[in-house]
């Protein structure tokens, strides 16, 4: 059914690259990206219960301490896998 489409081409991994570039986001495809990809996912998790505590049943407080967290752990995470894919 698909095996002519473009779009589901094999992936082009560099050699020595830590993440590869998919759809506008990035994968670990190495050690050293997984290694770097699950604190990055334990701390988004570690944010969402803290800011949930914190807030103390109030979801818009919830919200202003998730949210800035989630933005710039993901803007130094996109930023370490484009320097590094």
Do not use: D
């Amino acid at each position: 059914m698909f095996r002519n489409s473009k779009k589901y081409a094999k992936l082009k991994i560099k050699k020595g690259a830590w993440f590869v570039a998919i759809r506008g986001s990035y994968i670990p495809c190495s050690w050293q990206g997984w290694l770097t990809y699950l604190p990055f996912t334990a701390y988004l998790v570690f944010a969402v219960v803290m800011g949930w505590q914190l807030a103390e049943g109030s979801p818009s407080r919830a919200i202003l301490f998730i949210v800035p967290n989630w933005v710039a752990a993901a803007a130094i995470m996109t930023w370490l896998a484009k320097r590094t894919s």
